[in-house]
């Protein structure tokens, strides 16, 4: 098992947890969130925060030893359920044809819009 | 790692979805909803419409070489508290093969309810050497049809846990103490499941007041350590109950959570915490 709890270009986690976890030939990730460089920077729209979330989430799986195209299943946490057009349409051209499985539903995530987790396997397809 | 196109008899996931992927032993199903395929509506009532998820699921897995059966553990989101009729349709369904399972209430969407789920694919001779862990010791018995852990392909997946000690009636008064319980019943389930607190890969979190985060973080904190999972936590309404914690751990290699080597408390230590 390995617990990668930072990446370059990535900003700090806000809490007690590891970005991503590497475990049995998955990777693991933290619920990703729409910031730049820190809480206090971060993309002015909604289209904007889905493309950080989206480039987040592709920094820590290619540092973990994934990629997008590996990603087996996503949870995405809206704050309101009229997110999911834009935030569906951006996803789609992403990811193009390798669509993991996907689950969404609106919650409270404190001031933040939009939260992204996945399951992805390693690209090499070895176990860690 | 494949993807299914699409499944006979059910309606597409929802944009930009595949409705399952299947990878190193594992299918992981997009979230079914109460949509039939000929008529993109859901069904009238709301029995109606979990049998309908259900069945919606149950082909999604066996597409996917799997059944509900081989199910290791399901998420729930409701939009409304109808918990009583969402078990007893669910028991019915399931029997004695119950998954490991967490249910919230999440904001009305479309449907009023969801079901994400992850199934071990059975080998050539349709097991796939799973085992159900339906009670720890020391813990409150469940409260409705779930396992409190199910293991499968040396993955440990357990049940959204919460600040119950003998039963419900009995938690912890103040936030803090209700962490500490929640968090000492997910480490007696992993103990009991041949893992324990520095072997969780993932975490997720349902808290019920987004004030509850800071004091959640440096409880959690102290528990887990320097063998901190990658985690995500979000604010959603859990009837009554103040918070749940669900976790995926690996199983300890051998010589198992005796070895002196791992951090992991034994039971008794739990219980005496």
Known sequence: ?128 | MRRLDTVRGVAAPKGAASPAVVANGFVFASGQVPEAADTNEPPADFAGQVRLVLSNLSATLEAAGSSLKHAVKITTFLTDPRLAEYNEVYSEVFGDELPARTTVMVAGGEFAIEVQCIAAVPGPDHTCGSRRIAYAPGMAPVLGPYSQAVIANGFVFTSGQIPARSSMADQPEDFGGKVRQTLNNLESVLIEAGSGLDLVAKVTTYLTDPDQLDEYNGIYADFFGSCLPARTSCCVDIWDIALEIECIAVVAPDPGPEDPSRAGRTQDEVATS
């Open chain 1, 1 to 128: 098992m390995k617990r990668l709890a930072s990446f370059p270009g990535l900003a700090p986690a806000i809490g007690p947890f590891s970005q991503a976890v590497v475990a049995g030939g998955f990777v693991f990730t933290t619920g990703q969130i729409p910031l730049i460089s820190g809480t206090d920077d971060r993309p002015a729209d909604f289209a904007g925060s889905v493309r950080q979330v989206l480039s987040n989430l592709e920094t820590v799986l290619l540092g973990a030893g994934s990629s997008l195209e590996h990603v087996v299943n996503i949870t995405t946490y809206l704050s309101g359920p009229d997110q999911f057009e834009e935030y569906d349409s951006i996803f789609a051209e992403v990811f193009g044809a390798q669509l993991p499985a996907r689950t969404s539903v609106c919650v409270g995530i404190w001031d933040f819009t939009f939260e992204i987790q996945c399951i992805a396997v390693l690209t090499d397809g070895v176990g860690a």
